[in-house]
């Protein structure tokens, strides 16, 4: 992964944390952060304004 899913992943997990703290340090919820940041970068998206 590069800095930038990393980022997103981090910031997702923040969000998500500001409503249901304990879901913050759930290690299978970061799991599927990772795996949906993964997906989605391999999916082929239009590039460019829409």
Do not use: H, W
Request: hydrophobic letters at 25%.
């Amino acid at each position: 992964m590069n800095g930038g899913q990393i980022e997103n992943i981090a910031r997702k997990q923040i969000v998500n944390s500001i409503p249901f703290p304990e879901e913050g340090r759930d290690l299978d919820k970061i799991r599927q952060a990772c795996d949906s940041e993964y997906l989605n970068k391999n999916q082929t998206r239009p590039t460019g304004f829409c």
